[in-house]
């Protein structure tokens, strides 16, 4: 626990410089947040003076049991991603019903902080139920699991602190092919527009996110999410 969350205060402190649009740098100030022996104060005071929000994954286990976990997480950030807690996986073990104890759990953690929620994730290749890999849906089966599952979890957090969603997680291959999915699969390419529709329908307010890895520089999956990206603002996804 001590090992990952260290982690995340390590990472966030690299970006938080390098996204200051006022010229702030923790390195460099001659002044620091105010603390004994000018110790720079905590890291979400210097990313609000940056214009950014920060934070890390969150798990709920550590979250009950380890209160310096707790204690670090309303110090030093101002947004928190559920870790694994809001995956399919989790919220919907068995079709049509839903557990959402552990997230109901972080949610209300976050509210009583000051801490947004960024959610994560509603469409993912893995840590899916047993009931939803190996069922034999048709297409049009396998669309309406996908929009009861989207409105029903979405739904639930709406307009409340949570602020952005991961809508689809990871279709990407390193190649710039569509990751082979049972959404890719069983209802096509457009299971992504549909993803995000769904999820605007189901929150108005929170920002809709296509979340992937190894995009960082110009490469063939980058240019591949840029392509499929530019493709759904074209078409009037959300």
Not at 11 to 22: L, N, R
Not at 69 to 87: A, C, H, Q, S, V
Request: net charge negative; hydrophobic share 45%; proline share 5%.
């Amino acid at each position: 626990m001590v090992t990952r969350l260290a982690r995340a205060i390590l990472f966030c402190s690299a970006i938080a410089p390098v996204a200051c649009e006022s010229g702030f740098n923790p390195s460099l100030d001659p002044d620091p947040a105010p603390g004994a022996g000018g110790v720079i104060g905590p890291l979400r005071e210097m990313a609000a003076r940056c214009g950014i929000r920060i934070g890390p994954a969150v798990a709920h286990g550590p979250l009950v049991d380890d209160p310096v976990y707790g204690d670090t997480l309303r110090r030093e950030f101002d947004i928190l991603t559920p870790e694994n807690e809001m995956k399919w996986g989790f919220v919907q073990p068995q079709r049509a019903q839903y557990t959402f104890d552990r997230a109901d759990a972080i949610m209300a953690f976050a509210a009583s902080n000051d801490l947004k929620v960024h959610g994560h994730a509603l469409v993912w290749h893995e840590q899916n139920p047993e009931w939803l890999t190996s069922g034999s849906f048709s297409r049009a089966e396998m669309i309406d699991i996908l929009r009861d599952h989207i409105s029903t979890v979405a739904g639930r957090f709406a307009g409340r602190n949570l602020v952005a969603w991961d809508v689809v997680n990871e279709a990407v291959e390193d190649d710039g092919s569509l990751r082979r999915t049972i959404w890719l699969d069983r209802v096509g390419a457009e299971y992504i527009d549909l993803a995000f529709q769904f999820a605007r329908a189901a929150d108005r307010g929170a920002r809709l996110i296509y979340n992937d890895y190894g995009n960082e520089t110009i490469n063939a999956k980058s240019t591949a999410i840029y392509n499929l990206l530019a493709g759904m603002i074209a078409r009037g996804v959300p």
